[in-house]
């Protein structure tokens, strides 16, 4: 049974942060699942509305939640962005913070993989290979691929073997963690398929496969969160 543990170091605020997030971990609490309603989280840890809500925002921040009005509060994601050196995790608002990463990675990643063509040893492909195999593996099972999902893509940027390049893994490691928890499973056969190609290009050390294959995965992400976005407008709209 899950037991509330209180701590003196932190604020109440953040404590109960710390003790939702252990509660998400123990239950578990998957991601696609909701939590319990504010009611219910201030009784189980014996602390005030006002304290749950804080807590749930620094969830929310942390990409682990999602508030859904008229619905719940749901776990998105169960890996934390604890290791967020460049403070993306601050950012509230998602949908955007995915968007503005989009244009970024567009601007890079294509490039990255044409130069892992060039630059990747033999057993740097095996490696990759296994990463897009495990990674395909998780996905048509259902479990959480994230953190597969973020090895694929950021082993494809150290076979570059460019050292700014590596600086930039955390910005990577970001935006293949905030288009997941966006779009919710919603681009699995596209992922899966795209995934595949860039994997097969790079083997193949077609660079111009490989930056094809890259461009045509990160588009499918924006289109489905332009989708996701157009259809909440409409949405609140109806509810004017």
């Known amino acids: ?88 995790g601050k950012i509230e608002d998602k949908y955007e913070l995915a968007l503005q990463l989009f244009e970024v990675r567009l601007m890079i990643e294509p490039e990255i993989a044409a130069i892992a063509c060039k630059n990747a040893s033999d057993e740097d492909l095996v490696h990759l290979k296994k990463l897009c195999d495990e990674t395909e593996e998780l996905y048509l099972g259902g479990h959480n691929h994230i953190k597969k999902d973020i090895e694929f893509h950021t082993f494809i940027a150290k076979c570059s073997k460019n050292q700014v390049v590596e600086i930039l893994l955390p910005v990577i490691h970001t935006a293949v963690l905030t288009f997941a928890n966006v779009t919710h499973r919603l681009l699995r056969d596209e992922t899966i398929r795209t995934h595949r190609a860039i994997n097969n290009a790079i083997l193949a050390r077609d660079s111009v496969g490989a930056k094809c294959a890259m461009i045509t995965h990160l588009t499918y992400n924006r289109q489905t969160i332009m989708k996701i976005l157009q259809e909440r407008s409409e949405k609140n709209t109806e509810n004017i």
């Open 1 to 88: 049974m899950y037991q509330y543990e209180k701590k003196n170091r932190k604020s109440l605020g953040a404590q109960t942060e710390d003790e939702l997030m252990k509660y998400i971990l123990q239950k578990p609490v998957k991601p696609g699942q909701k939590i319990p309603n504010e009611f219910e989280l201030a009784e189980k840890f014996g602390v005030g509305r006002s304290t749950i809500r804080e807590a749930v925002k620094g969830l929310v921040s942390r990409g682990i939640l999602e508030v859904r009005r008229g619905s719940g509060t749901y776990v998105i994601n169960t890996n934390s962005l604890e290791e967020d050196p460049l403070g993306f």
